[in-house]
């Protein structure tokens, strides 16, 4: 039987307080159907959506408890369908967006999940998810169970409770807090005020290695040393876990200018045979015992100090999430031609960038806080990464 309910891990904790700081910290899964194609029904949505929360009760979760019993627990107000016209957005960013894509779920009442149904000449659905309470293997197991639930298929049930991340990194020691002394990517923040931005870009890749490439291209771009993170699902891992908690550790990386795909994938490589995604989770356990308000605080605070002195803790986090199961996100009428993983926006982070693959191409999109991606520094930088994808080289495809 599944538990009834878990407790809030460390790393959850510093997202809740992300969420706080710039909201909506959420994971947003973009799929674009082919113009005219037909998208499900708000009411199928519906009934596809209840049967989620019997699927996955962490979807109907809500925060329970406070300071060292915070947890997540049965009561949350269900998923709802979000209604939208996107017939003046073009899809490749947020300028234009639906203001539905900048809606908050609020982890305290719920609900945790929506599904936003866009209208349009080129029709859309986003799965939307609290990146407190689900990582990005949480939220494609959600996507996976509302797909097949909306094609009427039988669906085995998600368990609610453990195990924890810090469960999966018991025995690793902690990595070091580092001295914040990376830049940013895009060059001197103009300041931490204005929101988070993010943009798109398909790139038509020419051969594999496409994250040592990202990498590699990201040094380039910048002209200086990178500390990025990059994270690791530690389901796969260990042996492989069936749960949406937030399993996810991030293996940090130096990346130098002019190194190369190789070198990229070789200190990628070290970091994760050394277990560098566990010593991460490691160092967050105690978070556990640090009141949500304190770590709001202490995050504006290192985020405007960064934003005045260029100087930050980690660079970029750089999400390779792999070629993307469109048949298992297709029901009826409506099979996407791609699909993107939007990255949540934060004052303290200079950069997020995720690459899912497709039919089409590969698919990336940043997000940076505004100061960052002011003077289309953003979108000349996505470019550049796109081209050094549509170059060729790194090996075979993979």
Known sequence: MNAPGRAVSGLERAW??????????????L??????????????????????VQACPAVGARLHGALGGLRWAPGGAPPVVVEADGSGWDGQGSPGAPSALAAPLDPARGPLVSVLRLTGP?????????????DGGGATLVADVLFALLRGEAVEPVPFGPPTDAALAAGVRPEADPAPAAPAPTGPSTGPGGGSVWVRRRAALVGGQVLPRLLAALAAAAGAPLRVGVPADLRRRHGGVRSTANLTGIAHVRIVPGGGPGEAAAALAAALAAQGPEAMVANTAAWVHLPVWLMVAAGRRAAAMAHATGRWATSATVSNLGRAPLGRWSAGGFTPESATWIPPGNPGLPLFLSATGGPLGVELCASAPAGLASDGRLVALVERLAAALEAGGGGPAA
């Open 122 to 134: 080129r029709p859309r659905l986003v799965v939307r998810s609290h990146h407190a309470a689900f």
């Open 16 to 29: 809740l307080a992300a969420d706080r700081i710039a909201p909506p910290f959420v994971n947003q899964l």
């Open 31 to 52: 799929l674009d159907a082919s113009p005219g194609a037909e998208l499900p029904t708000a009411g199928a949505l519906e009934a596809a959506l209840a049967g989620l």
